[in-house]
């Protein structure tokens, strides 16, 4: 993969971060969509997309390795991703707060940066569709093109810079 392409994954995936603060701090049809400590950890996906898109792009040594960290994080976000949609389709499993919240906001990050990793809301909560979808909905199919590129890329000869 060439650098513009590793550039271009590393801000789309902090754009999609963006759009989730932006969610969070302003709402959508008047609802306020709280993190929930699934979504937190669906952030952490995407900045390890980002962070290692960034990386592969800027040291070309490494630029392998850092692919397969950004294929790990894609991989993960997806896992994580799924488990929430699951969640959404079964709400009865989630039990009001969640053990997980407690455990993520004790990290030193929620407490430096509420706004970006504290968690809120509950993973069962059914908030208004975005076309169509529940956030973790997009999230899933979003983690699943970003793995799907990056795994395609990873095998694909790449041509000399």
Same mark, same amino acid.
């Given at each position: 993969?060439?650098?513009?392409?590793?550039?271009?994954?590393?801000?789309?995936?902090?754009?999609?971060? !963006?759009?989730?603060?932006?969610?969070?701090?302003?709402?959508?049809?008047?609802?306020?969509? !709280?993190?929930?400590?699934?979504? &937190?950890?669906?952030?952490?996906?995407?900045?390890?997309?980002?962070?290692?898109?960034?990386?592969?792009?800027?040291?070309?040594?490494?630029?392998?390795?850092?692919?397969?960290?950004?294929?790990?994080?894609?991989?993960?976000?997806?896992?994580?991703?799924?488990?929430?949609?699951? !969640?959404?389709?079964?709400?009865?499993?989630?039990?009001? &707060?969640?053990? !997980?919240?407690?455990? &993520?906001?004790?990290?030193?990050?929620?407490?430096?940066?509420?706004?970006?990793?504290?968690?809120?809301?509950?993973?069962?909560?059914?908030?208004?569709?975005?076309?169509?979808?529940?956030?973790?909905?997009?999230?899933?199919?979003?983690?699943?093109?970003?793995?799907?590129?990056?795994? &395609?890329?990873?095998?694909?000869?790449?041509?000399?810079?």
């Amino acid at each position: 993969m060439k650098r513009s392409q590793y550039l271009f994954l590393s801000i789309f995936s902090l754009s999609l971060v !963006l759009f989730a603060v932006i969610l969070q701090q302003m709402g959508y049809q008047g609802v306020s969509f !709280l993190p929930c400590p699934l979504c &937190i950890l669906q952030r952490v996906g995407y900045l390890g997309i980002a962070l290692f898109c960034l990386l592969a792009a800027g040291i070309s040594p490494f630029r392998k390795l850092f692919h397969g960290f950004a294929i790990l994080a894609a991989g993960y976000g997806a896992a994580v991703a799924g488990h929430h949609v699951l !969640l959404l389709s079964h709400p009865s499993e989630s039990c009001g &707060i969640d053990p !997980l919240e407690t455990w &993520i906001n004790q990290f030193r990050l929620a407490n430096n940066l509420p706004w970006l990793f504290k968690a809120d809301g509950l993973c069962s909560a059914k908030l208004p569709a975005i076309l169509g979808l529940q956030v973790p909905e997009w999230s899933l199919v979003w983690f699943t093109v970003l793995l799907l590129v990056l795994l &395609i890329t990873f095998f694909r000869k790449s041509p000399t810079e």
